[in-house]
């Protein structure tokens, strides 16, 4: 499975660059997890994204989101995977070791704290790498700083508790594998205008950082 997944990571990135397939490159997935939080929210947000992407990126990946369960082997199957969420979340330890092995084998999870996720996901993020530690990226890491350009690091898209947004990352074998949103609603900004009522400007930086983050990982991770 690690193998399919790093093949499938080389024509991702060989796709990505060309502009000039009909087909879609590659597919993203959000993640469906146990615990209780609603894995299910911001249902308009990865499909914005894409198309965002496709349009401004010259990308060509799959506007069909699919679903895929953290214990599942078809995680394989999707060079980068999504989760959000507002609550409770549980990794049992086949679902840990699954997860783990996707993200070590060449996959990339972005997480995204859709505000009251935070004190369930970091434990379990401890609990998927014990012996790596999740960091505060700095402003001057590359995934601020790929097509659309953002000096003072993660943009702020919803205002919770007058904190700063912050993005953190767990690095393996000098490769980001994982990245964290906190304070943030990345992905709100992310969904038709019409769910949050966010300003054009908002939406578009928000979409501009989701697009800087598909472009690290595709072609700088």
Known sequence: MLAKLKCILILGTIL???????IPSFQIALLKYN??????ANPTSLPNLVKFANQNLGTNINEDIATVDVGSPEIFNYPFIHMTGHGNVIFSAQEQKNLR?????GGFLYIDDNYGMDKFIRPEIKKLFPELTLVELPVTFPIYHQKYEFPKGLPKIHEHDALPAQGFGVIYEGRLILYYTYQCDLGDGWEDQAVHHDS???RLKALQMGANLLQYVFTKN
């Open 16 to 22: 990505l660059i060309s502009s000039s397939f009909n």
């Open 200 to 202: 054009e400007a908002t």
């Open 35 to 40: 615990g209780g939080g609603d894995w299910y």
């Open 101 to 105: 092995d996707y993200l070590m084998g």
